[in-house]
């Protein structure tokens, strides 16, 4: 059976193109709140579970050793842009476990942010691992490395302790054994792990309640929450759907994307955890997905009809600037009346 469709695309006003995926959303008992797909079939999670990934960071006490702010408590779990201030502050989280640059094992890709790229380039510069959108996260590791007191070289290989301390955290927050036949390597060089949806989605539960954690990982958890809240901006960038919407809904709705159409999520006040795949990797369509989702079940507050408006639909223009379409959720996503 195929799964459903998640997203439209449409020209005019007849609906040219769908993304199809699947959804699951659960309670940090693991109770199923909504359902739509296979949601058992495992999938890579890729940048959308560096929250999780971060938890040994700051549970080795790596991170108050070197004094790491709640900035780059919020760039560790970042996709970020390659922004300035995103480079230097992967830079300065390096500087404090008395590192640099070099140290870097993610690789260098010129910024995700066009306005970053165009910096560069007009700089007369070339891109470094700085600008890569996982310099955070590979800070945060390098911190870990040095904070537990190991040489942090090789930190990507699976074999490596900061490697050992995530791929545990990671089971142990989703209840799934995280396979060496079941993975693959991510595009920062990092091992990534498929796991079906429905673990995503509990650990995002616990990551974002608590409950079913110890004390020590559930205020990690806490922590990097509330950076994340405080500091959106470095979790992506400018204009960036993440970053755009944190700033709006803060605490209440943390949410992650994943390369090929992976988005995950949790709603704390509700103790909701939410994990989605878009079977053909499109990211225009998880965005959608995702903020109907939270809109769908986050209790309204204030302006939130308001607030929500910018991310119910994605207008796509032609290149004179006119509207020929626009990007929604599917009728199965979309909040109840």
């Not at 945060?140 to 995530?166: K, R, T």
């Not at 796509?316 to 600037?321: A, R």
Request: glycine content about 10%; proline content about 5%; hydrophobic content about 40%.
């Amino acid at each position: 059976m195929d799964n459903p469709v998640l997203a439209e695309v449409t020209r005019g006003s007849t609906v040219e193109s769908r993304h199809r995926g699947s959804v699951i959303v659960v309670d940090a008992d693991g109770a199923v709140v909504l359902s739509l797909g296979d949601v058992e079939r495992p999938v890579f999670p890729r940048s959308a579970v560096k929250a999780l990934q971060a938890l040994p960071l700051l549970e080795s006490g790596a991170a108050d050793r070197f004094g790491l702010t709640p900035t780059e408590i919020a760039l560790a779990v970042a996709s970020h842009s390659g922004e300035e201030r995103h480079a230097e502050t992967s830079l300065a989280m390096l500087k404090k476990a008395g590192r640099d640059a070099s140290c870097l094992e993610c690789g260098a890709h010129w910024p995700m942010g066009e306005a970053a790229t165009r910096a560069l380039a007009k700089a007369g510069r070339e891109p470094s691992a700085l600008n890569n959108n996982c310099s955070g996260k590979h800070a945060g590791f390098i911190c870990l490395s040095c904070g537990i007191d190991e040489d942090p070289a090789g930190y990507v290989n699976g074999a490596h302790p900061v490697q050992q301390a995530v791929r545990a955290a990671l089971e142990e927050v989703t209840g799934a054994p995280h396979k060496a036949e079941l993975s693959g390597t991510d595009g920062c060089s990092i091992p990534t792990y498929a796991v079906p949806l429905k673990a995503l989605a509990l650990g995002f539960a616990r990551f974002g309640t608590g409950n079913g954690l110890g004390p020590k990982r559930a205020e990690a958890a806490r922590r990097i929450r509330e950076a994340v809240a405080a500091n959106p901006f470095m979790v992506a960038g400018t204009g960036r759907f993440d970053t755009r919407f944190m700033e709006v809904f803060g605490a209440r709705a943390f949410i992650k994307t994943g390369a090929e159409g992976v988005y995950c999520g949790t709603l704390p006040e509700l103790g909701y955890g939410i994990a989605l795949k878009c079977d053909d990797g499109a990211g225009r369509a998880t965005e959608i997905a995702m903020a109907a989702l939270v809109e769908r079940f986050l209790p309204r507050q204030g302006d939130d009809e308001v607030a929500f408006a910018p991310f119910r639909e994605t207008v796509l223009k032609n290149w004179n600037g006119i509207e020929v379409g626009r990007v929604r959720a599917a009728e199965a996503l979309r909040p109840r009346a």
